[in-house]
């Protein structure tokens, strides 16, 4: 004697349920083999079960007008033979198992920077070195890190390749960091710390348990204005909005490509220091919501003209509210131009976890030493915040300088 | 089975012996697919195709047939009736409803073919065959079952018209069963009769009553006849009606008239060979109940075969070339590396 | 398995003549058939004095139908033959796909191996020679995807011969797609005697370490000009002919890959889906870590296969392998 189970099989090529019609049988009935036990309803048919042993009756399991799902219980006949215990669930208990994982775990993810740009024969050799890929710089299309690179890398961990040369025309860009809301005029009373504001005050309280040391200098920009002009008489309309900050965010990103330290981060609880492939430089916009920081990703694969475009579509995303927060994440450095409100010096704070932050005053006539002899020069007021617990002194003065020597002579800008 | 007792004979020289045979494998025919039928409703079989009202189709061709030198390739309904190929067709038979490889293979001497779900595609194949017999001077027929639907296939021109110019010893066994699924004879062609298709390729095409198993067997004696005399291919169509749905899958209420069926009920073509034997005093209630009952044996021997056989859940690799390529051996050890090697029952 | 005493240089249609003239001549159960095959010789005259010597029961023009030229197949292998089927134009063969990837390839599989389908179905296919209509389509991808057929796409005369005397002995059915831009121009010494060129491994054309260029069939010619217009500007190009789909010679691609690093796959179908989608594939999986470079890829267009005015700028020509192979190797 065993219970044969009978299940609902499906009975129409991808049938999921049935309704149950009517019971053919009652509890206590001897069945014979094939004969019919319910009537179920489907969506295409309606159509008999057969039971599939000899035997009685012995459970049903569902009321007349229930729905039951395929691989239901209906029926347990007890049968007089001792065959097969479970009925019509073949074709759904068939599915074979996957073995047992023998695969080793996967790894958990130590960090979420995105992978950097390389060939696999490149990613191969840095591995084979013992190099990691996201502490070089790439110098290919779109940052790629070329063999010259690693090799570069290997011999001389702070080479500074030399490559074709780069286009460099620029279009329009408006004052990223203009605002129009009249400044100060908060209504007496309390307000609710809310949205930007909010996120703002809470970022600096982070940003100013950073241990900051500052840099200061003026540049003369005479040669960076003389160019400017010169491109702009170039290209005509094209280049009719053309500001001098595309050419301060170029240098500072070529300064970055040549101190990748300071295009960092730094963990102090993990006991980690990040040092990042991409170099995304966040542009400090004020708004009428509060200080916005859209980033320029690749900024050193950018030549002016791209450059100068994306800067005038993130600032303007910025101002009108449209900006997504992908526009404003992956920051690895920050600029603040605040030198459009009209300031000289600064003290810019780093928008943690970045390990710097530059910003640019003003450029006006200020008295300037050239050969001996003070003479009236437009200067650019440069101020280079660091994180004091990563960048020391002389790692700020030395990026400090190159920023300084590259604007001085912008012709330097167009030659990797 | 000896040669000896499997040489077809002419239909009027049929023994009472012979006639009773044909009614018996008549009858198991249907207790195997009705059998098929409740295996699917239980949930053991995959969507399968009823052979009822093709019985003395099948049955009354395969006994003008000779075993030993004629083949046979059927469409999907046939394999029930043709016993008379060999004892072991009807294992096949339970593998193949269950959805076990080895369903398609007809073991030699069978000379059957495994059923053919692409309508018609088996027809070039006949004709492929039949030339090739008459090619190595073998001496044999090839005889084709399709519906009346599989006869609006291209595949049905095409080989007709090739086994016409070819006089290919082959018959056309066209089984109108009125319909395919849902589609009535009216909707498929305008034609007369599907046998006055035969009129194109430039052979003879006869209709004959496929109630008859008497009858079907006299016109398929014939066509062989022809057949081997070197006369070319002959079409036959035989008329009958389905008395099951399509398939499994298949729910004819919607589509057949009542009135329709019920007469065609009263010209079952077992029941018109029972009443013709029992006329004649060769069937009794015993003859009948022992015919049910073996039929029904054998059929649960063959169902416990196949829900036994052992089926490798990676048999699909199998038989693909007579040499597997590096692929496939690779695919078939990261298959095994994944599931391991279970039984896919 | 070749014997190379004696060879003589042949055309690529002559070799197809000349092999099934020895393989009729080796094996009685050969039975060669299709459209204007007989009397006729073939369109291309591949088939030219079969008849002839081997009789019209044994070489056979059959009715207009590529269906039952396919599905007869079938029924003739079972019945102890070896069919060797034409269809005139690879772009015919759509009319008997239904028997192509429903029967002929599925014959063992679904008979459980009680029958072989050792045939061999022969069509010229490919542009260039301003056909109309459907003559020209490279459809080979397509059969790639139809498990049990063996894809056999010869790029030379001598493996014209090698390659079909394969198929014909091979108990699986084989697509034997003949070049008809090649019929006539590829010349090449072929080997008088016994001549077997196995399936599944490559031929390396030219040699060169810089990229490896993969091609079949006629772009193996286009490739190797390629190969020897950057081989003045001191690229080595390594062309390997793949010879056959189905089955595949991924040790000699993987092999060229870690060699090279950087590779081009030149294929005449239209791009989507094609056969060289494949291979990158199998790059991918198997060879990943030596590229130095993105596989390039040469094609034909996602569009119909054009009339005969625009045909020259639709399949891949020297040019664009060219650049390819410069874009690819200046990739550093």
Known sequence: MSDIEFRLPDIGEGLEEAEIVEWLVEIGDQVRRDQPLVEVLTDKSQAELPSPVAGIVASLHYEVGDIATVGDLLVVITSADGSPTTIATAAAERQLSPMPATAPATPTPTSQRRPVKASPAVRRRARAAGIDLAEITGTGPSGRITNDDLAAATESPDSFGGSPPVPLIAAATPNPAGGEQPLGALPIGTHPLRGVRRATARAMERSWAIPHIHGMDEIDASNLLAGRSRIKELLGERAAGLSVLPFLVTAVARALARYRTMNASIDTEAEVIEVHGAINIGIAVATERGLLVPVLRAADELDLLTMAGELSRLSKAARDGSISAADMSSGTFTVSNYGSLGGRLATPIIRAPEVGIIGFGSIRPRPFVVDGAVVARPTLPIATGCDHRLIDGDLLTAFQEHVIALLTDPVALMVR | ?345 | ?332
């Open chain 2, 1 to 345: 089975m000896a040669p000896g007792s499997t040489a077809p004979t002419s239909t009027h020289d049929l023994s009472d012996d012979q006639l009773r045979q044909l009614l018996r494998e008549m009858i198991g025919a249907r207790v195997f697919s009705t059998r098929a039928f409740n295996l699917q409703r239980q949930g053991r079989a995959g969507t399968n195709a009823p052979v009822d009202g093709n019985e003395a189709i099948i049955v009354g061709a395969s006994h003008a047939l000779d075993p030993t030198t004629d083949w046979v390739l059927p469409q999907y309904r046939e394999l029930v009736g043709l016993q008379r190929f060999g004892d072991e067709v009807i294992d096949r038979y339970a593998l193949y409803i269950t959805g076990h490889p080895g369903g398609g293979h007809l073991p030699e001497p069978i000379r059957v073919w495994p059923p053919q779900i692409s309508l018609a595609a088996q027809i070039p194949h006949a004709v492929g065959l039949a030339w090739g017999l008459q090619l190595q001077d073998t001496e044999g027929v090839v005889l084709v079952f399709f519906g009346d639907g599989a006869s609006s296939e291209g595949d049905f021109y095409e080989a007709g018209n090739f086994a016409g110019v070819l006089a290919a010893p082959v018959i056309f066994l066209c089984v109108n069963n009125g319909w395919a699924i849902s589609t009535p004879t009216h909707r498929q062609t305008s034609a007369a009769s599907f046998a006055d298709k035969a009129a194109a390729f430039g052979f003879p095409g006869i209709q004959v009553d496929g109630t008859d198993v008497l009858a079907v067997h006299e016109a398929v004696s014939a066509a062989r006849h022809r057949a081997l005399a070197g006369d070319g291919p002959t079409l036959i169509e035989a008329v009958t009606y389905r008395l099951a749905p399509h398939t499994t899958a298949d729910d004819p209420t919607r589509y057949q008239p009542d009135h329709e069926v019920a007469e065609w009920r009263d010209r079952d073509p077992i029941e018109s060979m029972r009443r013709l034997l029992t006329s004649r005093k060769l069937w009794n209630d015993d003859d009948e109940q022992e015919a049910n009952d073996t039929a029904d044996e054998r059929m649960e021997l063959a169902v416990q075969r196949a829900e036994s056989a052992p089926t490798p859940a990676d048999g699909f690799f199998d038989h693909v070339y007579a040499t597997p390529t590096e692929r496939m051996i690779r695919q078939r050890a990261a298959f095994r590396a994944h599931y391991g090697q279970e039984d896919g029952q």
């Open chain 3, 1 to 332: 398995m070749t014997d190379t005493a004696t060879t003589a240089s042949m055309t690529m249609v002559e070799a197809i003549n000349h092999t099934l003239h020895r393989e009729m001549a080796r094996d009685e159960r050969v039975v060669v058939f299709g459209e204007d095959v007989g009397h006729n010789g073939g369109v291309f005259r591949a088939t030219d004095g079969l008849q002839a010597a081997f009789g019209s029961r044994r070489v056979v023009d059959t009715p207009l139908a590529e269906g039952v030229i396919a599905g007869t197949a079938v029924g003739l292998a079972a019945a102890g033959l070896v069919p060797v089927p034409e269809i005139q134009f690879l772009g015919f063969s759509y009319q008997a796909f239904h028997q192509i990837a429903g029967q002929i390839a599925r014959l063992r599989y679904r008979s459980q191996g009680r029958f072989e389908g050792p045939i061999t179905l022969r069509a010229p296919f490919g542009g260039g020679v301003r056909t109309p209509e459907l003559h020209s389509e490279a459809i080979e991808g397509q059969l790639a995807n139809i498990p049990g057929l063996k894809i056999v796409m010869p790029a030379s005369a001598a493996d014209a011969k090698g390659l079909l005397a394969t198929a014909i002995r091979d108990p699986d059915p084989v697509m034997f797609l003949e070049p008809l831009r090649g019929y006539r121009s590829i010349r090449d010494e072929v080997p008088l005697g016994d001549h077997l060129v196995p399936f599944g491994q490559a031929r390396e054309v030219t040699p060169g370490d810089d990229v490896v260029v993969f091609a079949w069939s006629y772009m193996v010619e286009v490739a190797r000009r390629a190969a020897e217009e950057v081989a003045g500007e001191g690229i080595g190009a390594r062309v390997v002919d793949l010879r056959t789909l189905v089955p595949l010679d991924l040790d000699t691609i993987v092999q060229a890959v870690e060699q090279c690093g950087r590779a081009v796959v030149v294929q005449e179908a239209p791009e989507t889906n094609g056969f060289a989608a494949e291979i990158i594939a199998l790059i991918n999986e198997h060879a990943l870590w030596s590229l130095e470079a993105p596989v390039m890829r040469v094609s034909g267009y996602d569009a119909p296969y054009p009339v005969g005015r625009l045909e020259d700028r639709y399949i891949p020509d020297q040019g664009r392998v060219a650049a390819a192979i410069r874009t690819t190797v200046a990739t550093r």
